[in-house]
């Protein structure tokens, strides 16, 4: 078995397990647990599109989430859409949102670009917060939109309402999966080589033709669509949303730590990160709620700190590294040096 070969099966083996899960985690509170851990790896791999791939630093996606939040209940309220096509009606208007706040702004550079798209999310929910309407959307102001939950026999999938925490778990597990597959596939497109390049050495990468301006604006409204998505999501598992839970800082500010703890512009990354990160966000709101709000965003600051100064490129580099270390040893012998490699570098040598 070669290296590439191991992990590939170590890779299936982890998706089964995952599959399989439920049938031993029956309790709906670590469930619930779970499924925040995957809504967060989903929300910042969506978010690594253009916050590390594009080499920029957007702190203000928790409004693509409210828009798809918004949009799919009031849809569902109002007139009865299903969330599913709410949730694709919700991706299509951040999408074209993304594209309305990328044109101008991803031409600025550093803390200018940060800047723009943290005014433009407080901004949004002000907005929303002092409106009851806007146009024939029901936003109700501050006090939010509340979902009722239907009875078993009126709900479904149809519905996206589920009496029990397992469809749940898969709908995101699958959406994960799906998100990830896309990053790795865009990362090994030209779009994810000329978005690299443009990250990396934009000046470079325009002497050499790359569209770096263009490049970047896909990958926002790309990155836009898929964050929405989760945003209608998080609204039909917890059946009530209001501007400070959807269009708040504290959760962009979330992804960017996630992303930069894990390893931006990197598969694994932000599933590395969101699996290391949420479990202490959900224990500093246990104990720290009450007496301390927004402790885990502190915790987050020192780790953050930690990890820039000791991996400045997160910790998927060198867990990574020691990985492939491992399974060299399992499966050539203890040898970590690819076939034919170490021989045609000594001959070029």
């Keep these: 078995m070669t290296p590439k070969q191991f992990k590939q099966t170590l890779l299936a083996v982890l998706i089964a397990t995952a599959f399989l899960l439920p049938l031993v985690v029956q309790s709906p509170t670590y469930l619930h647990l779970l499924i925040m851990l995957y809504l967060f790896a989903y929300m910042t791999t969506s978010w690594n599109l253009v916050g590390g791939f594009a080499g920029v630093l957007p702190l203000g996606h928790s409004v693509f989430v409210g828009i798809g939040a918004y949009i799919s209940t009031a849809l569902w309220l109002q007139w009865g859409v299903s969330p599913w096509i709410g949730m694709l009606a919700g991706g299509l208007v951040a999408a ?17 670009f940060a800047l723009s798209t943290m005014a433009f999310v407080e901004g949004v929910r002000v907005i929303v917060e002092n409106l009851d309407y806007l146009g024939p959307l029901k936003l109700n102001g501050p006090r939010g939109l509340n979902i009722p939950p239907l009875s078993p026999g009126e709900g479904g999938f149809w ?40 990250g990396e050495e934009p000046e470079a990468a325009q002497a050499l033709g790359v569209n770096v301006a263009r490049s970047k604006v896909v990958a926002m409204v790309m990155s836009s669509f898929l964050t929405a998505l989760a945003g209608t999501f998080l609204a039909q598992l917890t059946l009530f949303i209001y501007p400070k839970s959807v269009l708040t800082l504290d959760l962009s500010f979330e992804l960017a730590f996630i992303a930069l703890v894990g390893g931006r512009g990197s598969i694994a990354g ?28 502190i915790i987050y600051g020192v780790i953050l700190i930690v990890v820039m100064l000791y991996q400045p490129r997160g910790l998927a580099e060198p867990l990574g590294r020691l990985f492939n270390k491992v399974a060299a040893k399992f499966t050539s012998g203890g040898s970590s040096e690819t076939p034919g490699v170490t021989e045609n570098a000594k001959e070029g040598a």
Aim: glycine share 8%; proline share 6%.
């Design 270 to 297: 932000p599933i590395l990160g969101a699996f290391l990160l949420r479990p202490v966000s959900e224990l500093s709101r246990i104990y720290f709620s009450d007496s301390l709000p927004g402790m885990h965003l």
């Design 96 to 112: 074209f949102v993304g594209y309305l706040i990328g044109k101008p702004t991803l031409k600025m550079r550093g803390a200018y």
């Design 159 to 198: 519905a996206f309402q589920f009496s029990t925490k397992e469809p749940y778990y898969y709908i995101i597990l699958v959406m994960l999966i799906a998100v990830a597959l896309l990053t790795w596939y865009i990362s090994r497109s030209k779009l994810g080589y000329c978005l690299q390049a443009g």
